[in-house]
Nanobody, 122 residues
């Protein structure tokens, strides 16, 4: 019922930058945590960054100092600014969010986006 749609992926050269966006839609009472995860072929999905509704953020060790997560609560949107990109950052990036539905008993939800491809290559 709650859908997440990512955008902003693409091909970029090493050292370049990309900005990913993820918009949540549906019957949402509130969004709590939002975040980004990534998965390269043959690898497990790993944490990139998360952010709480209050703006507190957490980053995976491999992206600290290079990536910045932010959110616009009015738009139910989370962003990931990726700078100083490396070849190792190549992966499908997935948006994640949890919160409560704006229906009935306010049941909690966890949603995932379809993913957006980020390719870092010369």
């Amino acid at each position: 019922q709650v859908q997440l749609v990512e955008s902003g992926g693409g091909l970029v050269q090493p050292g370049g930058s990309l900005r990913l966006s993820c918009a949540a839609s549906g019957s949402i009472f509130r969004l709590d945590n939002m975040g980004w995860y990534r998965q390269a072929p043959g690898n497990q999905r790993e944490l990139v960054a998360t952010i709480t509704s209050g703006g507190s953020s957490n980053y995976g060790d491999s992206v600290k100092g290079r990536f910045t997560i932010s959110r616009d609560n009015a738009k139910n949107t989370v962003y990931l600014q990726m700078n100083s990109l490396k070849v190792e950052d190549t992966a499908v990036y997935y948006c994640n969010a949890d919160g409560q539905h704006n229906i009935g008993y306010r049941l909690p939800f966890v949603s995932w986006g379809q993913g957006t491809q980020v390719t870092v290559s010369s």
